[in-house]
T-cell receptor, first 113, second 112 residues
Framework: QKEVEQDPGPLSVPEGAIVSLNCTYS??????FMWYRQYSRKGPELLMY????GNKEDGRFTAQVDKSSKYISLFIRDSQPSDSATYLC?????????????FGKGTKLSVKP | KAGVTQTPRYLIKTRGQQVTLSCSPI?????VSWYQQTPGQGLQFLFE???????NKGNFPGRFSGRQFSNSRSEMNVSTLELGDSALYLC???????????FGEGSRLTVL
């Protein structure tokens, strides 16, 4: 079993839809959970960052972490064509260095006007 | 504040050649990490440098090497290029160990 599993998509939704992106993981030591967004021909940019369990909201974006199920989600409300990108989840254990940061393979999202 | 700068953005090499990629981190960031991104494997960690010392290394052959200078700028080198080395090479800088990375736009390497 891979440490981090992420459905690669592609996922296509109409403008205004609620989008749900998910990752599962196997390492219970992960404490830091991140979502990165990567536009075509660009480097990833940090979108959301969560420590341990719970929810975090930032505008139209909500990140959820369920450590008991080893499952994290990113919700996008009122999706816009500008949200079309690849979304990568990433996880790190407490005390780990950047070499221990594990990325999912990314879900490609397309929001149609 | 200037972001992470990578040069060159695009390059084409032939098998057997070597390549050097450069990265200038965000001012004040002392950690620089390098990643290889391919459609099949996703983002794979190459190595991390902190204060001119390699702190971590991923599972890549010795043909992949790097270094960091006293001003935190970093270079990575790939020798004896293979077709499979074609990828987007991303540099990221960070201030802490919490996974908050700031990526450059990458250097897209094509090996013919």
């Amino acid at each position: 079993q891979k440490e981090v599993e992420q459905d690669p998509g592609p996922l296509s939704v109409p403008e205004g839809a609620i989008v749900s992106l998910n990752c599962t993981y196997s390492n219970s030591a992960f404490q830091y959970f991140m979502w990165y967004r990567q536009y075509s021909r660009k480097g990833p940019e940090l979108l959301m960052y969560t420590y341990s369990s719970g929810n975090k909201e930032d505008g139209r974006f909500t990140a959820q972490v369920d450590k008991s199920s080893k499952y994290i989600s990113l919700f996008i409300r009122d999706s816009q064509p500008s949200d079309s990108a690849t979304y990568l989840c990433a996880m790190l254990n407490y005390g780990g260095s950047q070499g221990n940061l594990i990325f999912g393979k990314g879900t490609k999202l397309s929001v149609k006007p | 504040k200037a972001g992470v700068t990578q040069t060159p953005r695009y390059l084409i090499k032939t098998r057997g050649q070597q390549v050097t990629l450069s990265c200038s981190p965000i001012s004040g960031h002392r950690s620089v990490s390098w990643y290889q991104q391919t459609p099949g494997q996703g983002l794979q960690f190459l190595f991390e440098y902190f204060s001119e010392t390699q702190r971590n290394k991923g599972n890549f052959p010795g043909r992949f090497s790097g270094r960091q200078f006293s001003n935190s700028r970093s270079e990575m080198n790939v020798s004896t290029l293979e077709l499979g080395d074609s990828a987007l090479y991303l540099c990221a800088s960070s201030f802490s160990y919490t996974g908050e990375l700031f990526f450059g736009e990458g250097s897209r390497l094509t090996v013919l």
